[in-house]
């Protein structure tokens, strides 16, 4: 447990005394021991490990509050901090959050309206109540008001699935108007990143007025939020802020790559302008008050001595070195992809047959899959155990036969348990066409462990690839604590591929490890997941995570033709 997890708790047993009413002193004694725990270099739990008495050391620490450090360290929980959760709902802490409004007012809130979530808030406050409150003014009312929304929006981050639906459908039904010449959405959504903030549409038309109602009118558009003549700010239904941006022609290609990103990246652009006695903005580039160029993006990283940049690539991560050098990777493509390695059917928790999933793979245009249902740790998900996988096997083998056009690899996704041992029997496992070896369980577990797990499944003799090697869920979950230097170099030793889950909630390996992965010469196989045939079609985000990690079409084995990716397995192991 981390310093800062430790103070959090501290300050929520704070937090839930104030908002109780309790003595004041008490509550600044928390708050007090929050502050000493957060500001300590050296590790409390490690301290706590060594006995109270060690703790007591500290300056700000007395007896009570080592013990209960202690308490916390060794059982994950403070008795106090549960008795308190359970008396005050866990959406009145939200309150909290709303800038202006501390505990006493929350508490006022909750004991005389019985308001328990900012939900419940919001209606109280639109209906008038929370101005009759004693200590509340109409003013307050109306900031609370402003902070719920302000709450709401503030920091969440969209899945780059649900970013690029609202931003494409949004981009097309524009593009479809007579007056737009070009559209095109721009923002971390054109980087492909994992997540998006906020979504940005560039467009060039003959009349704003004409394309800012359409999007004022949009069906996916809930509020206008901020509206100009060339420029406008709404948010979606689904929650996420979209600004909406109309730019002369001779500006569009600048705009896009200002407007496209990252900063970074366009931080170096802009000092190469400069370098050229240039001056670059979102209107174009300019020699002086001479306009140079700006109608496309092409124009402009030409008159910067580049190449075109694809967006995927542009967070100043070595790709500006790579274009002034003519080295830019020919980034995969969707159509590159001839096989899915990873997908479950109805034998464990899928929707679908193994043949409906095989025809739904072959409509969409692959060669071969493989069937990789659970294993029986998780039993939740109707994992299999070595009876039932010798039977399933069997049933992939004979759905062989009643389908052509596409090969069907018997697979397993087989758990890493958290003894480091594998979920399955040696002989079992020895008799699949394909092992991808996952950590579901035990996440949390220290970093020397959940290495020792990795590093046993990297070794097995069946294990094909370690698949969601960290098992995080975007935006939710982190990931296990991973020594990726470590990892690949184990797997390339061993000839262990790694996957990109395209999963738009896992996209793991993130961006980052995928080029790492790449440099150490590991194959990387991207798949799908699928637990139903629309399932297949996540394929994209994981090419994209590919891309913004450099990869070519070489550097991932499932763009093989089928008997050369089984023959480069064969090598591999
Ligand atoms: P997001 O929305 O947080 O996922 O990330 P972006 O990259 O879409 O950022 P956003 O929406 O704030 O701005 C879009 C792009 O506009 C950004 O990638 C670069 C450019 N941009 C915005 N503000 C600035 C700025 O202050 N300086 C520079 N150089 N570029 C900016
Ligand atoms: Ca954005
Ligand atoms: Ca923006």
Redesign the pocket.
Known sequence: MQNAEIAQRFEEIADLLEIQGANSFRVRAYRNAARVVEDQAESIAALAEQGSARLQEIPGIGKDLAERIVALVETGTIPQLEELRSQVPAGVLDMLRLPGIGPKKVAALFHDLHVTSLDELKQAAEQGKVAELKGFAKKTEQQILAGIEQVASFGRRFSIAEARANAEAIVDDLRALDVVTQASV???CRRR?ET???L?VLVTASDSAIVMDRLAEHALVAAVLQRGETKQRVRLHAGIELDLRVVPEESYGAALQ??????EH??VIRRRAQERGLKLNEYGLYRGDEYVAGRTEEDVYQQVGLPWIPPELREDRGEIELAEQGRLPQLIELSDIQGDLHMHTTASDGTATILEMAQAAKERGLKYIAITDHSQRVSMANGLDAQRLRAHWQAIDQARGKISGIELLCGIECDILEDATLDLPDDVLAEGDWVIAVLHYGLKQPRAKIMERLLNAIQHPSVCAIGHPSGRIVGKRPGADIDYPELFKAASEFGVFMEINAHPSRLDLDDIQVAAARDHGIPIVINTDAHAPAGLDVLQYGVDQARRGGLTAADVANTRPFEEFMSMLRTAR
């Open positions: 721009a923002g971390s990143k998006c903030g906020d940005d200002y407007f496209t990103g990252s900063k366009n931080i």
